[in-house]
């Protein structure tokens, strides 16, 4: 009984189907097949928790550029 529960043939197909799925799915939600060209090349030896960081910092930093409206307060009356 044990043996047709953890069927490695079972087992298989199953994961090769979940597999096919979810391939399905990406390839459905992908709208072009186009590499964004302002990318760095992937670089396997650098440490992840740096590369989170310059990417977060890159994103502040390209936040700051923009103009805020509301970063100039309008001075009110004193009565």
């Known amino acids: 009984m044990i043996n ?3 069927s490695p043939d079972r087992v298989f197909v ?3 189907d979940r597999f096919e ?3 399905d799915l990406i390839w459905y939600r992908a709208d072009n097949n186009d590499y964004p060209s302002n990318e760095k090349p992937f670089d ?3 440490d992840p928790q740096e590369a989170l960081a310059e990417e977060s910092i890159n994103l502040e930093i390209a936040k700051a550029a923009r103009s805020r ?5 309008k001075k009110t009356k004193a009565s």
């Open 14 to 16: 199953s994961m090769v």
């Open 69 to 73: 409206e509301l970063d100039e307060l």
């Open 21 to 23: 799925s979810s391939l």
């Open 44 to 46: 396997e030896h650098k």
């Open 4 to 6: 047709t529960t953890f």
